[in-house]
């Protein structure tokens, strides 16, 4: 065990000084608080049994310590207390100096109360010692500077003393023991605070790190209502889905190795998540070789057909330059079609942020009738940006499951 509980990093230490001051502030009012009401107890008994001028002498003492006290108390309202750790050294010096003042006052009162100079000394600086050692909050290093001024301080009184070696002895036994539990009450209580100070920052990394995991498949305010306990469920009235698919994917399959095939793929799926980023396009999920992407949905632009348009050429271009640097014959299809879809969350296993609907169907009937490296659009997304894009004559086809739809080509 380390005699300094410190850590490495200086800024994870300034975190843990500001976060244990700031989580201690209801303790350490409570203490403070706890002093003043002592105080006030025996400002109000001591009238009863000293003199006038043994209750003046012992007053003034009194106010300085409750006045220190209520500083403390204030201070600890402020951000320079959390701050400023060395605060403490200074309140406590001044409490030294109050404390002896009200030993000296009381010790003028021995014939009534019955304790010397010398049991006042070692009771009410055991007290303030022990006080010290919760009030000094993550702040070891200086409690034990102070301490270590009070001990000698004692030390001083104790030979001034006109009592024998034995019984000085004695006293500055049990003047020890409270000095010993205080030092190991405050560096304990700092040392546990620092162990839960590390595992919290652990939690909040492995928590932080769950959060990330969660964001790269669903959008961040999906996940917050997924963590709130609701269930997920959105209408859009006009989304633009757009289907990518590679070309002669099967047959590639074929012949290539499994390894170098999902190498390929897995370069196709990350240029096209590059190109989405780069256009405001929301990735949905890939199906085997096809990539499917929305414009409009819950986390890409309103139904900006233009920005659908504009991330299928990206992809395109993009893999035209790979395959032309590399010799390679692999070409993709591109359909979009922009409509009504039903977006949400389904099941409880491998979450992810789906659509469905009519407007899915036909977007990927669409992209089968799409030239090799080029766009086929419905009549919907060509309505929405014919005066921007440039188009090739409407194109009547039967889709499956669809029927007549009406097909434009986007001339590259």
Known sequence: MALFNNFADSRIERHYVESERTARIP????????GIATFISYLTLNPLYFPSEGVVAYNIAAALFMAILASFLLLTRTRFYIE???IDLVLFVGLTVAMIMLIEA???QAAITGISRFGMAIVNMGILVVFASIGFVANTRLFLFWAAGLLILYVLFLLQADRSLISKVYTFTNFS???VFATYVNWDIDRRAR???????ELDAEKQRSE?????V???HVAARIKSGETVADSFNNVSVIFVDVVGFSTLAKTMPASEL??????????ADECADAHGIEKVKTIGDAYLAVSGGTSSEAGDALAAIAFGHALIERLEEITEAEGADVKLRVGIHTGPVVGGVVGSNRLAYDYWGDTMNIASRIEGTADHNGIAVSAATYHQTVHEVDYGPPEMMTLKGIGETEVYRVIR
């Open 27 to 34: 303790a350490s009012r409570a203490l403070l608080l706890i």
């Open 84 to 86: 400023k750790p060395w």
């Open 106 to 108: 009381l010790a003028a």
């Open 177 to 179: 023991t409270f000095f």
């Open 195 to 201: 162990k839960t100070f590390t595992a919290n920052r």
């Open 212 to 216: 990330e995991l969660l964001y790269n």
């Open 218 to 220: 669903l959008p961040e």
């Open 262 to 271: 999902v190498k390929q793929l897995n370069r196709f799926f990350l240029i």
